[in-house]
């Protein structure tokens, strides 16, 4: 089992950078790990999602070119970078993480955390 705390959330400005980190207090290097983001009154969206060793990942489209993801297995902690910030990217911003990717992809992963707010403004 993990437990996953996210961290680094904030107010940018358009085309600022910003990054997200996703510590565990498990064995995350064993878990295919992965981002998603909500806002009020919109179901939770896929935005990337890698293997446990980071070999295979996959970006919504929305973020590809923008947003990287990358993990250290040392530290058990994933991070998510994120460039070129839109006001759309405005959400709470959450890491999931599950032994099979298809179900991080899926948005049905058995562990989450609470979540960290990223505010874009114009």
């Known amino acids: 089992q993990v437990q996953l705390e996210e961290s680094g959330g904030g107010l940018v400005q358009v085309g600022d950078s910003l990054r997200l980190s996703c510590a565990a207090s498990g064995r995350l290097r064993t878990y295919a790990v992965g981002w998603f983001r909500q806002t009020p009154g919109k179901d939770r969206e896929f935005v990337v999602a890698t293997t446990w060793d980071g070999l295979d990942t996959y970006y919504a489209d929305s973020v590809k070119g923008r947003f990287t993801i990358s993990r250290d297995n040392t530290k058990d902690t994933a991070y998510l970078q994120m460039h070129s910030l839109k006001p759309e990217d405005t959400a709470l911003y959450y890491c999931?993480?599950?032994?099979?990717?298809?179900?991080?992809?899926?948005?049905?992963?058995?562990?989450w955390g609470q979540g960290t707010q990223v505010t874009v403004s114009s």
């Open positions: 999931a993480a599950d032994v099979m990717l298809g179900r991080v992809r899926a948005g049905t992963s058995d562990y």
